[in-house]
Protein backbone atom coordinates (compact mmCIF):
# COMPACT_ATOMS: atom_id res chain seq x y z
CA UNK A 1 0.00 0.00 0.00
CA UNK A 2 2.88 2.39 1.06
CA UNK A 3 4.46 1.76 -2.73
CA UNK A 4 0.98 2.52 -4.48
CA UNK A 5 0.75 5.89 -2.05
CA UNK A 6 4.01 6.60 -3.27
CA UNK A 7 3.65 6.51 -6.66
CA UNK A 8 -0.08 8.23 -6.45
CA UNK A 9 2.20 11.14 -4.93
CA UNK A 10 4.90 11.02 -7.34
CA UNK A 11 2.03 11.36 -9.86
CA UNK A 12 0.50 14.26 -8.21
CA UNK A 13 3.85 16.04 -7.77
CA UNK A 14 4.19 15.70 -11.79
CA UNK A 15 0.86 17.03 -12.71
CA UNK A 16 1.33 19.83 -10.43
CA UNK A 17 4.48 20.78 -12.00
CA UNK A 18 2.58 20.41 -15.12
CA UNK A 19 -0.24 22.74 -14.38
CA UNK A 20 2.40 25.15 -12.94
CA UNK A 21 4.71 24.83 -16.25
CA UNK A 22 1.31 25.64 -18.20
CA UNK A 23 0.34 28.63 -15.84
CA UNK A 24 3.89 30.05 -15.97
CA UNK A 25 3.67 29.73 -20.15
CA UNK A 26 0.07 31.13 -20.23
CA UNK A 27 1.13 34.62 -18.21
CA UNK A 28 4.44 34.58 -20.22
CA UNK A 29 2.44 34.57 -23.16
CA UNK A 30 0.10 37.59 -22.09
CA UNK A 31 2.97 39.58 -21.04
CA UNK A 32 4.71 39.18 -24.45
CA UNK A 33 1.56 40.05 -26.14
CA UNK A 34 1.10 42.75 -24.04
CA UNK A 35 4.50 44.56 -24.66
CA UNK A 36 3.71 43.97 -28.61
CA UNK A 37 0.53 45.82 -28.40
CA UNK A 38 2.63 48.54 -26.67
CA UNK A 39 5.63 48.33 -29.14
CA UNK A 40 2.91 48.22 -32.06
CA UNK A 41 0.85 51.31 -30.38
CA UNK A 42 4.79 53.04 -30.06
CA UNK A 43 5.90 52.67 -33.98
CA UNK A 44 2.38 53.81 -35.10
CA UNK A 45 3.07 57.10 -32.64
CA UNK A 46 6.74 57.43 -34.21
CA UNK A 47 5.49 57.05 -37.66
CA UNK A 48 2.76 59.53 -37.49
CA UNK A 49 5.48 61.90 -35.61
CA UNK A 50 7.53 61.35 -38.38
CA UNK A 51 5.34 62.27 -41.23
CA UNK A 52 4.22 65.16 -39.64
CA UNK A 53 7.76 66.44 -38.89
CA UNK A 54 9.82 65.18 -41.99
CA UNK A 55 11.18 67.52 -43.42
CA UNK A 56 12.38 69.05 -39.72
CA UNK A 57 14.13 65.27 -39.85
CA UNK A 58 15.81 65.83 -42.84
CA UNK A 59 16.81 69.49 -42.47
CA UNK A 60 17.23 69.85 -38.74
CA UNK A 61 21.12 67.52 -37.62
CA UNK A 62 20.52 67.36 -33.77
CA UNK A 63 16.11 66.93 -34.58
CA UNK A 64 17.22 63.98 -36.63
CA UNK A 65 19.73 62.75 -34.08
CA UNK A 66 16.95 63.03 -31.69
CA UNK A 67 14.69 60.70 -33.74
CA UNK A 68 17.57 58.42 -34.46
CA UNK A 69 17.53 57.35 -30.75
CA UNK A 70 14.26 57.06 -30.45
CA UNK A 71 14.16 54.74 -33.24
CA UNK A 72 16.50 52.69 -32.00
CA UNK A 73 15.32 52.44 -28.65
CA UNK A 74 12.44 50.21 -30.29
CA UNK A 75 14.14 48.43 -32.71
CA UNK A 76 13.04 50.48 -36.05
CA UNK A 77 15.95 51.66 -37.81
CA UNK A 78 15.41 53.67 -40.84
CA UNK A 79 19.09 53.15 -42.06
CA UNK A 80 18.73 49.73 -43.20
CA UNK A 81 17.46 50.21 -46.34
CA UNK A 82 16.12 53.21 -48.94
CA UNK A 83 13.10 51.15 -49.44
CA UNK A 84 10.02 50.20 -47.39
CA UNK A 85 7.94 52.68 -45.44
CA UNK A 86 11.29 55.11 -43.69
CA UNK A 87 12.67 55.13 -47.43
CA UNK A 88 9.00 55.80 -49.19
CA UNK A 89 6.96 57.87 -46.82
CA UNK A 90 9.59 60.02 -45.38
CA UNK A 91 13.32 59.62 -47.03
CA UNK A 92 14.62 58.99 -43.91
CA UNK A 93 16.04 56.08 -45.70
CA UNK A 94 17.10 58.39 -48.74
CA UNK A 95 19.33 60.49 -46.75
CA UNK A 96 21.53 58.20 -45.27
CA UNK A 97 21.63 56.26 -48.36
CA UNK A 98 22.51 59.09 -50.29
CA UNK A 99 25.34 60.29 -47.68
CA UNK A 100 26.41 56.67 -47.07
CA UNK A 101 27.57 56.62 -51.34
CA UNK A 102 29.15 60.35 -51.21
CA UNK A 103 31.22 59.29 -48.20
CA UNK A 104 32.24 56.44 -50.34
CA UNK A 105 32.59 58.73 -53.20
CA UNK A 106 35.01 61.25 -51.18
CA UNK A 107 36.70 58.07 -49.68
CA UNK A 108 37.78 56.79 -52.78
CA UNK A 109 38.76 60.42 -54.42
CA UNK A 110 41.12 60.87 -51.59
CA UNK A 111 42.45 57.64 -51.11
CA UNK A 112 45.62 58.58 -53.22
CA UNK A 113 46.53 61.29 -51.14
CA UNK A 114 45.40 60.29 -47.79
CA UNK A 115 46.37 56.20 -48.19
CA UNK A 116 42.63 55.50 -47.25
CA UNK A 117 42.41 57.38 -43.76
CA UNK A 118 40.60 60.59 -43.47
CA UNK A 119 39.66 62.55 -40.28
CA UNK A 120 36.36 62.33 -39.39
CA UNK A 121 35.91 66.07 -39.46
CA UNK A 122 37.65 66.27 -42.71
CA UNK A 123 35.00 64.06 -44.56
CA UNK A 124 31.99 65.71 -42.61
CA UNK A 125 33.48 69.26 -44.41
CA UNK A 126 33.87 67.47 -47.64
CA UNK A 127 30.13 66.36 -47.84
CA UNK A 128 29.06 69.53 -46.46
CA UNK A 129 30.53 71.15 -49.10
CA UNK A 130 28.41 68.49 -51.77
CA UNK A 131 25.35 68.91 -50.33
CA UNK A 132 25.30 72.40 -49.16
CA UNK A 133 23.84 71.27 -45.71
CA UNK A 134 25.02 70.96 -41.93
CA UNK A 135 25.89 67.54 -41.57
CA UNK A 136 26.63 65.89 -38.20
CA UNK A 137 29.77 63.65 -37.10
CA UNK A 138 26.60 61.41 -35.82
CA UNK A 139 25.43 61.25 -39.35
CA UNK A 140 28.55 60.30 -41.16
CA UNK A 141 28.93 57.66 -38.42
CA UNK A 142 25.62 56.20 -38.77
CA UNK A 143 26.19 56.26 -42.29
CA UNK A 144 29.56 54.77 -41.98
CA UNK A 145 28.28 52.00 -39.42
CA UNK A 146 25.94 50.92 -42.35
CA UNK A 147 29.01 50.47 -44.64
CA UNK A 148 30.17 47.33 -42.90
CA UNK A 149 28.12 45.45 -45.59
CA UNK A 150 30.21 46.11 -48.00
CA UNK A 151 32.98 44.30 -45.74
CA UNK A 152 35.87 45.97 -43.48
CA UNK A 153 36.33 48.55 -46.48
CA UNK A 154 35.08 51.10 -44.26
CA UNK A 155 35.31 51.55 -40.34
CA UNK A 156 35.42 54.12 -38.03
CA UNK A 157 38.83 53.71 -35.73
CA UNK A 158 40.92 56.27 -33.64
CA UNK A 159 44.39 57.08 -33.92
CA UNK A 160 45.37 58.87 -30.66
CA UNK A 161 42.28 61.35 -29.95
CA UNK A 162 41.32 61.99 -33.33
CA UNK A 163 38.31 60.06 -35.29
CA UNK A 164 39.18 58.73 -38.46
CA UNK A 165 37.27 56.87 -41.13
CA UNK A 166 39.31 53.92 -42.55
CA UNK A 167 38.72 52.97 -46.34
CA UNK A 168 41.13 50.58 -46.92
CA UNK A 169 40.76 46.26 -46.46
CA UNK A 170 43.53 45.47 -44.65
CA UNK A 171 43.97 45.43 -40.57
CA UNK A 172 46.22 47.84 -38.92
CA UNK A 173 48.28 46.47 -36.22
CA UNK A 174 48.85 47.93 -33.59
CA UNK A 175 52.84 48.74 -34.89
CA UNK A 176 50.98 51.01 -37.36
CA UNK A 177 48.14 52.37 -34.82
CA UNK A 178 51.08 53.77 -32.72
CA UNK A 179 53.26 55.42 -35.46
CA UNK A 180 49.95 57.12 -37.11
CA UNK A 181 49.08 58.19 -33.19
CA UNK A 182 52.78 60.01 -33.02
CA UNK A 183 52.80 61.55 -36.66
CA UNK A 184 49.11 62.90 -35.52
CA UNK A 185 51.32 64.48 -31.99
CA UNK A 186 53.94 65.15 -34.15
CA UNK A 187 52.09 67.61 -36.38
CA UNK A 188 52.02 64.71 -39.26
CA UNK A 189 55.64 64.24 -40.06
CA UNK A 190 58.13 61.03 -38.01
CA UNK A 191 61.69 59.78 -37.93
CA UNK A 192 63.09 57.15 -37.30
CA UNK A 193 65.57 58.34 -34.74
CA UNK A 194 61.90 59.59 -32.98
CA UNK A 195 60.22 56.66 -32.55
CA UNK A 196 63.23 54.68 -31.50
CA UNK A 197 63.56 57.30 -28.56
CA UNK A 198 59.72 56.97 -28.33
CA UNK A 199 58.81 53.41 -28.20
CA UNK A 200 62.29 51.79 -28.03
CA UNK A 201 62.05 49.61 -31.02
CA UNK A 202 64.46 48.17 -33.17
CA UNK A 203 65.34 49.71 -36.27
CA UNK A 204 64.43 46.54 -38.45
CA UNK A 205 60.68 47.33 -36.44
CA UNK A 206 60.33 50.71 -37.02
CA UNK A 207 61.24 50.42 -41.02
CA UNK A 208 58.73 47.64 -41.11
CA UNK A 209 56.40 49.82 -40.17
CA UNK A 210 56.91 52.21 -42.12
CA UNK A 211 57.20 50.52 -44.99
CA UNK A 212 53.47 49.00 -44.85
CA UNK A 213 52.45 52.77 -44.42
CA UNK A 214 54.41 53.99 -47.68
CA UNK A 215 52.93 51.18 -49.71
CA UNK A 216 49.68 52.03 -48.48
CA UNK A 217 50.15 55.85 -49.16
CA UNK A 218 49.30 56.42 -45.50
CA UNK A 219 52.79 57.67 -45.42
CA UNK A 220 54.86 59.62 -47.41
CA UNK A 221 58.81 59.81 -47.81
CA UNK A 222 60.78 63.30 -48.13
CA UNK A 223 64.52 62.76 -48.44
CA UNK A 224 65.36 66.14 -49.01
CA UNK A 225 66.41 66.56 -45.29
CA UNK A 226 70.43 66.28 -45.23
CA UNK A 227 70.64 64.79 -42.19
CA UNK A 228 68.04 62.17 -41.95
CA UNK A 229 64.81 61.24 -44.20
CA UNK A 230 61.25 62.57 -42.51
CA UNK A 231 58.47 60.82 -42.92
CA UNK A 232 54.68 62.41 -43.55
CA UNK A 233 51.70 61.62 -43.12
CA UNK A 234 49.16 63.59 -45.19
CA UNK A 235 45.91 63.55 -43.33
CA UNK A 236 47.50 65.58 -40.31
CA UNK A 237 48.63 68.66 -41.98
CA UNK A 238 47.33 71.11 -44.34
CA UNK A 239 48.53 72.03 -47.42
Same mark, same amino acid.
Given at each position: ??? *? ?8 ? *? ?45 ? *? ?17 ? *??? !? ?9 ? @? ?23 ? @?? @? ?16 ? @? ?75 ? !? ?23
Amino acid at each position: MRK *AVGIQGLNRQ *AQNKQQFKKQGEQIVATQLQTIEQQMQVFKSKLEEFAIKYRDKINGN *AEFRRQFQIMCTSIGVDPL *ASK !KGFWGELLGVG @DFYYELAVQIVEICLKTRNTNGGII @DI @DQLCNHVQTIRHTIITID @DIERSVNHLKVLGNCFKITKIGTQKVVQSIPDELNDDHTLVLSFGQENLGQIRISQLQSKFNWSEQRIKTAIDYLLQ !KTILWIDTQNETEVIYWFPNFFSF
